[in-house]
T-cell receptor, first 115, second 115 residues
Framework: KAGVTQTPRYLIKTRGQQVTLSCSPI?????VSWYQQTPGQGLQFLFE???????NKGNFPGRFSGRQFSNSRSEMNVSTLELGDSALYLC??????????????FGQGTRLTVV | AQSVTQPDIHITVSEGASLELRCNYS??????LFWYVQSPGQGLQLLLK??????LVQGIKGFEAEFKRSQSSFNLRKPSVHWSDAAEYFC?????????????FGQGTTLQVKP
């Protein structure tokens, strides 16, 4: 079965712009989480969605937002881009997350470069 | 403070030699425990996980990990390293309490394999 699909794979944006990243989870998975990976901060949790509801949120400014659709696909949006937002953004899907099943499968990521 | 620590930022081993990557966590209760591997420019692949039961866990690619409650550790091992094992390795935990699949990652260990 198909894995987690993230699009696009690479993006170059200018400071001040906004960007939308997409994630299609594994079929049947209802939980989608997003992570930011940078050389300095490592892997940091952004937010988690389950059944179209945000279930958990990391310590990021309000410029970072997300949503989940009824087919479990998820998007994250970053507004007013800053140079420090340059990172690899990873999406992970799991059956349900939480106490039931926390085995997460990751996509290949979207490499965002802000210039 | 709650944390995941991988004490070794970079490790170099010779091909065919044994490998042990260390991971310690600091949480009140035993969390779910994971090891992921990341090749350059790629997403994360799950190597193995510990939820409960046998404290010696077998994973893919010949890896195993041992959970030691008394030491709050979950070290990854492989008896004979192959050149293709060169990658970055992440230890991660997910809390058992609360309805969330959020993963908390260590800083990662980069493995270099000498021929």
């Amino acid at each position: 079965k198909a894995g987690v699909t993230q699009t696009p794979r690479y993006l170059i944006k200018t400071r001040g712009q906004q960007v939308t990243l997409s994630c299609s989870p594994i079929s049947g998975h209802r939980s989608v989480s997003w992570y930011q990976q940078t050389p300095g901060q490592g892997l940091q949790f952004l937010f988690e969605y389950f059944s179209e509801t945000q279930r958990n949120k990391g310590n990021f400014p309000g410029r970072f937002s997300g949503r989940q659709f009824s087919n479990s696909r998820s998007e994250m949006n970053v507004s007013t881009l800053e140079l420090g937002d340059s990172a690899l953004y990873l999406c992970a899907s799991s059956l349900a997350g939480g106490q039931l099943n926390t085995e997460a499968f990751f996509g290949q990521g979207t490499r965002l470069t802000v210039v | 403070a709650q944390s995941v620590t991988q004490p070794d930022i970079h490790i170099t081993v010779s091909e065919g030699a044994s490998l042990e990557l260390r991971c310690n966590y600091s949480y009140g209760a035993t969390p779910y425990l994971f090891w992921y591997v990341q090749s350059p420019g790629q997403g994360l692949q799950l190597l193995l996980k510990y939820f409960s039961g046998d404290t010696l866990v077998q994973g893919i690619k010949g890896f195993e990990a041992e959970f030691k409650r008394s030491q709050s550790s979950f070290n990854l091992r492989k008896p004979s390293v192959h050149w293709s094992d060169a990658a970055e390795y992440f230890c991660a935990v997910a809390l058992r309490s609360g309805n969330t699949g959020k993963l908390i990652f260590g800083q990662g260990t980069t493995l270099q394999v000498k021929p």
